[in-house]
């Protein structure tokens, strides 16, 4: 058997291509129930940057927000590799003939996410106005573009190696030195010379890039890849699931030790007909992607509250993270819609829905309770911002009750 280069990259193009005619018709469901929050998420957030910019110091203030804005975008690297479990069969033993194949995936991504880096810039660059000067501000902006293509491109390399690794401890730790390093460079780009960081970034790089030899890989590592790139798919599925009902494909469940402590907190309910299925949605929630959606908005929530300045700002910061955590909880409903249980055991469809939504309004409090931990104690007014929190919860708890009130009603009819 031989495949050729070419081979190799028109089917890596064929998979491509063949996602995105399966994605592309949702995304007219997505624009048309999405737009209002994206409009007020838009919206929200220029206006706070606008303001933040104004506020903001010359000097290390800025250089410290460019090194945590680009970090992310520079660390993660994901590569879509459009691979399936057949090919452990069919395209397995051709894997030294499979170069062309993997290069594609490698610069196709560096060039979607080059796209992304050069936006995110175009946004960050009127910090650094008071940086450069007056006659200089495009050759400056294109030099810190291009030294943040070049972080980009190692990163990329250095994810693709790390994924290749046997053991799951040598990829946990490489990763996570990855970080500091990026965040380490990304510093020295923004405050020092081009001359400076460029070497910097070549001895860190090359050491690195020796460091990376040491754990045992393996050339390809087709179950890891094939593992990731069903959790990115399912990603995709999710985000569209939020918004229309899709085939959805379950990724592997991911290792968290504490998830039955979580499927026990937020299983615990009144009604003990619901328990199982509880018990059920709130595993699934902490060993799925949801888990770390949940905890990622969280996190940037509190701290994107806690650092800006503004009453007014603050609450709408609160309320779009409160409603962006909505949209990602609600995806858990659609887990376990076709379950098998139900003809198995004395289980009904509404026992099911009842569970799904009682586990996603548990985490869904708990998520807007830890969001107001910051609010209440940075807000100059914390009393009044308390009360109408409290009010807020209220109204959306008795027409939450209400509504399943009417559905009881209407089911018994």
């Not at 020295?188 to 990376?212: D, E, K, M, N």
């Not at 009144?270 to 902490?286: I, M, V």
């Not at 569970?355 to 309770?369: E, F, I, K, N």
């Amino acid at each position: 058997m031989s495949i050729s280069s070419f081979v190799a990259k028109r089917l890596r193009a064929e998979r491509s291509a063949r996602f995105w005619r399966e994605i592309v018709p949702y995304l007219r469901y997505v624009m048309a129930s999405g737009m209002l929050g994206f409009t007020i998420f838009a919206i929200v957030g220029l206006y706070a940057y606008s303001e933040w910019v104004k506020q903001i110091p010359p000097g290390q203030t800025a250089v410290w927000a460019f090194t945590l804005a680009f970090t992310p975008f520079i660390a993660i690297s994901p590569v879509r590799t459009f691979l399936r479990q057949a090919d452990l069969a069919f395209l397995l033993p051709l894997e030294a003939r499979m170069d062309g194949y993997f290069s594609s995936c490698l610069r196709s991504a560096f060039v979607t996410q080059s796209v992304l880096i050069g936006a995110v810039w175009l946004l960050l660059w009127p910090m650094f106005r008071t940086k450069a000067g007056a006659g200089h501000m495009p050759y400056e902006m294109a030099v810190i573009y291009g030294e943040l293509l070049l972080l980009k491109g190692l990163q990329l390399l250095f994810s693709w190696k790390i994924r290749q690794f046997r053991e799951k401890s040598h990829r946990l730790r490489f990763e996570a030195l990855r970080w500091p390093m990026t965040a380490g460079l990304l510093y020295a780009v923004a405050a020092g010379g081009p001359a400076w960081s460029l070497l910097l970034i070549g001895i860190v790089g090359i050491s690195y890039s020796l460091a990376l030899r040491l754990p045992p890989a393996h050339s390809v590592h087709w179950e890891h890849l094939i593992r990731l790139e069903q959790s990115h798919r399912s990603k995709y599925f999710s985000f569209i699931g939020v918004f229309v009902d899709v085939p959805r494909e379950q990724p592997p469940a991911s290792t968290n030790k504490l998830a039955p402590w979580f499927a026990r907190v937020f299983a615990s309910g009144r009604s003990g007909r619901n328990n199982p299925f509880r018990y059920l949605y709130a595993l699934t929630w902490s060993r799925s992607e949801l888990f770390g959606i949940t905890v990622r908005l969280t996190v940037l929530g509190v701290l994107l509250i806690a650092w800006i300045s503004g009453d007014g700002i603050k609450a709408a910061v609160y309320v779009l993270f409160v409603y962006m955590l909505g949209l990602q909880l609600h995806a858990l409903k659609q887990y376990h819609v076709y379950s098998d249980w139900m003809f198995v055991y004395p289980l009904t469809e509404g026992q099911r829905t009842a569970a799904a939504a009682g586990v996603v309004r548990s985490v869904h409090v708990s998520a807007a309770m830890l969001l107001a931990v910051p609010l209440l104690a940075t807000v100059s007014r914390p009393a009044w911002f308390a009360i109408a929190l409290a009010a807020c919860g209220a109204i959306l708890f008795a027409a939450g009750r209400l509504r399943a009130f009417v559905k009881r009603k209407q089911a018994r009819l």
